[in-house]
């Protein structure tokens, strides 16, 4: 081998070097980034458990009669120190839209939703329902679609319901006390954090000792799916 073809393959195996070194550095990068992916993941894994397991000794507390009903609101604190915020409010000032007078429903309607054409679809999708099928509503999301509609449906969930609360309403002024048939909304959420998640569920009290509540409706949301009532007005 001469001096040329020496020149030629140093060039060959420089080049080789450089693109290797270059895949490596890739390599590098990505296997970087999917470390950081997954440990993103697992916080966020453990952090929607640990917000679960404070729903349920939320629920806990209800049974067992250690929390009332009537909109309370109170700070439970996640093992690494975390604070979440309860609330837990009876389904009693909520309209059920399967069992309601259309009267009562299109006036609810008025005193939260300013937009007239979301009011129409959404009274004309219970009328349609009651006229045809009859079937009961599973989900407030089927009264409509649109953008429209989207923004309301935090307004929605907020003053109507598909869940039958078949408990008399309470005679006592103040905390309402537990009957069989109770229907509660218990919201539990992050606070003082970057990373704001939450869970919602809607829970029948059965006053059975052996399955005392059943959790009727379970969603998990994050900040970039939390919803909000806006006032329209």
Known sequence: MNSRDDGYATIVVTALMGSLSVIAIALLSLSGAESRRASALSERIALDA???????????????????????????????????????RPVQDQIDINRADMEQIEERLRSF?????????????????????????????????????DRAL?????????????????????????????????????QGGTAGR???????????????????????YSDFDAEECKDEG
């Not at 009332?68 to 996640?78: A, I, M």
């Not at 009274?123 to 509609?149: K, N, W």
């Not at 109507?160 to 069989?180: C, K, M, W, Y």
């Open 50 to 88: 640990a917000i679960e397991g404070a729903f349920h000794i939320a629920l806990a507390d209800i049974v067992n009669q250690r929390s009332g009903l009537s909109g309370l609101q109170t700070t439970l604190h996640l093992e690494d120190g975390q604070p979440v915020g309860v609330d837990i």
């Open 113 to 149: 939703i300013a937009d007239p054409a979301t009011r129409d679809v959404v009274i004309a999708s219970v009328r349609q329902r009651r006229a045809g099928t009859g079937t009961p509503f599973d989900r407030l999301e089927d009264l409509g679609a649109g953008t429209g509609f």
């Open 154 to 190: 935090p307004c929605l969930r907020e003053q109507l319901t598909v869940f039958h609360n078949a408990a008399p309403a309470s005679g006592r002024s103040g905390e309402q006390r537990i009957r069989d048939g109770t229907v509660v909304r218990i919201r539990v959420e992050t």
């Open 198 to 220: 939450g869970a919602k569920g809607t829970v029948l009290l059965t006053g059975d000792r052996s399955e005392p509540a059943w959790i009727m409706d379970w969603r998990r």
